[in-house]
């Protein structure tokens, strides 16, 4: 088999969507960390135009893009299969997921904002978290069925992540009483082995989230106070 190398970095949720599907599918590689404050050589060269991680490296050849690299390795690895094999099924996983993607800045606002502008935010974090309770999930263990699939895993940052940043931003969102499917998925998905081997350190998480959230903090009490 040709060599697969992933460059990644630790508290990445995108680069950690491309060690589960790697892990799911069998496939050995070697996984490099970036330092990305001081971006590699490597990185740079490999991923020139948007100089970010994940980028998986197959055979010699780099791809970006979390999204498009998930693609491309159930493409290369068809065995245990991560879209459905129904071309509407698989049309209709495709759409959330590209939805997932559009809808991530609004699902991670809070986070990044403080007072009025958090409530703003979560509410409108609330309402998308609504639609994939209702129409995404509905009552499947997985989004894609009884398997994790690739919806999973491009979710997978909602499973853990966010769980992280809550606790940082010092607020609740998904909870078993406002959203009893998608906190069900949670445990769920934690629970598959290959996740629940493959996953962050909680305390480094919560760490580099709390430094970044500090900023945030200062930041906007500067803002406030018109500086
Ligand atoms: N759309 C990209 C996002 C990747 C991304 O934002 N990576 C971050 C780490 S979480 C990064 O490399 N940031 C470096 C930078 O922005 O300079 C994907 O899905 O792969």
């Given at each position: 088999?040709?060599?697969v ?7 990445s ?5 491309v060690?589960?599907?790697?892990k799911l599918?069998?496939?050995r590689?070697?996984?490099?960390e970036?330092n ?6 490597q990185?740079?060269?490999?991923n020139p ?6 980028v998986l490296?197959h055979?010699?050849?780099p ?5 498009v ?7 290369t690895?068809p065995?245990?299969?991560l879209?459905?094999k ?9 759409f959330?997921i590209r939805f997932a993607q559009?809808k991530?800045?609004t699902?991670n606002?809070f ?6 502008d958090q ?5 409108e974090?609330?309402q998308?978290?609504q639609?994939?309770?209702?129409q995404a999930?509905?009552?499947?263990k997985?989004?894609?069925?009884e ?10 940052w909602?499973?853990y992540?966010n769980e ?7 607020t609740k ?5 406002n ?8 445990k769920?998905?934690k629970?598959n082995?290959?996740i629940q081997?493959n996953?962050?350190?909680r305390?480094n998480l ?12 200062l930041r906007c ?7």
């Amino acid at each position: 088999m040709e060599q697969v190398k992933l460059y990644g970095f630790g508290p990445s949720p995108f680069s950690y969507r491309v060690i589960w599907a790697l892990k799911l599918k069998g496939v050995r590689f070697e996984y490099i960390e970036e330092n990305l404050p001081v971006k590699s050589p490597q990185l740079l060269q490999l991923n020139p135009i948007h100089k970010k991680v994940p980028v998986l490296v197959h055979g010699g050849k780099p791809i970006s893009e979390s999204l498009v690299i998930l693609e491309y390795i159930e493409e290369t690895w068809p065995e245990n299969p991560l879209l459905p094999k129904d071309a509407h099924e698989k049309a209709m996983a495709r759409f959330w997921i590209r939805f997932a993607q559009e809808k991530y800045p609004t699902l991670n606002t809070f986070f990044r904002t403080v007072g009025q502008d958090q409530e703003l935010a979560i509410k409108e974090a609330l309402q998308v978290l609504q639609i994939l309770e209702d129409q995404a999930l509905g009552n499947k263990k997985f989004f894609n069925g009884e398997t994790v699939g690739l919806m999973d895993l491009s979710f997978g940052w909602l499973a853990y992540w966010n769980e992280c940043m809550e606790e940082t931003a010092g607020t609740k969102i998904i909870e078993s009483t406002n959203l009893p499917r998608l906190h069900k998925w949670i445990k769920n998905f934690k629970q598959n082995p290959i996740i629940q081997e493959n996953l962050p350190c909680r305390d480094n998480l919560l760490a580099y989230l709390r430094t970044k959230r500090e900023k945030i903090v200062l930041r906007c009490s500067l803002t406030s106070n018109g500086h």
